[in-house]
């Protein structure tokens, strides 16, 4: 299985600013057709994961600009550019390059 | 507005078999996959396995052959079976829309399924 670390497992950001998740695999996630099968979910306390980022850098459906992926190959990183307390809640990515699909392990942000 | 709900038992005995159900409104099951994932009490998300409106399945393969999905096209549900549980198996259960390239663009709320005696 294709293993997904996560850094850091927890994060407590003033509200208006940045923050950053880096993601990492144990196998290229880049496929021939150019893309990054890596997706970045959030779990907001007490909801169901939601789809924020798809294919490495696409913002999902209602996501706002201010969520944005990045990265390639390896290596990924999610940023939010001025937290809010909306933003509470667990970051996971996940591989869906192939099957078993796995996540990483979770990033808690926390409102400072 | 897609929608997704679990629908099963809450409460399953050891060694026995736990069916869940997921009900899709406000679009058609054709044309994409299906998922189910879990997450046991305090932990992350787990990818069990998914089904395609054409036919192909795909299932961890931790689980072995425990893990069954099927598609009923004509009631617009898809379900999970799993067999032979443990308390291991104790999670909340979610089904969601896949899309080709594996994102889950559509979730239900879950359903807290617990094994014990």
């Known amino acids: 299985d294709i293993v997904v670390t996560q850094s850091p497992l927890t994060l407590s950001v003033t509200p208006g600013e940045p923050a950053s998740i880096s993601c990492r695999s144990s196998?290229?996630?880049?496929?021939?057709?150019?893309?990054?099968?890596l997706d970045w979910y959030l779990q907001k306390p007490g909801q169901s994961p939601q789809l924020l980022i798809f294919l490495g850098s696409n913002r999902a459906s209602g996501v706002p600009d201010r969520i944005s992926g990045s990265g390639s190959g390896t290596d990924f990183t999610l940023k939010i550019s001025r937290v809010e307390a909306e933003d509470v809640g667990v970051y996971y990515c996940?591989?869906?390059?192939?099957?078993?699909?796995?996540f990483g392990q979770g990033t808690k942000l926390e409102i400072k | 507005q897609v929608q997704l709900q679990e629908s099963g038992p809450g409460l399953v005995k050891p060694s026995e078999t736990v069916s869940l159900t997921c009900s899709v409104s406000g679009g058609s099951i054709s044309g994409f996959w299906w998922s189910w994932f879990r997450q046991a009490p305090g932990k992350g998300l787990e990818w069990l396995g998914h089904?395609?409106?054409?036919?192909?399945?795909r299932y961890k393969p931790s689980l072995g052959s425990r893990l069954a999905i099927v598609l009923d096209t004509p009631k617009n549900q898809f379900s999970l079976r799993l067999t032979s549980v443990t308390a291991a198996d104790t999670a909340v259960y979610y089904c969601?829309?896949?899309?080709?390239?594996?994102?889950?663009?559509?979730w239900g709320q879950g359903i807290l399924v617990t094994v014990s005696s």
């Open positions: 089904i395609h409106y054409g036919g192909t399945i």
């Open positions: 196998y290229n996630l880049l496929h021939s057709n150019g893309h990054n099968y």
């Open positions: 969601t829309r896949t899309l080709l390239d594996g994102s889950a663009d559509y």
């Open positions: 996940m591989q869906a390059l192939q099957t078993p699909y796995t």
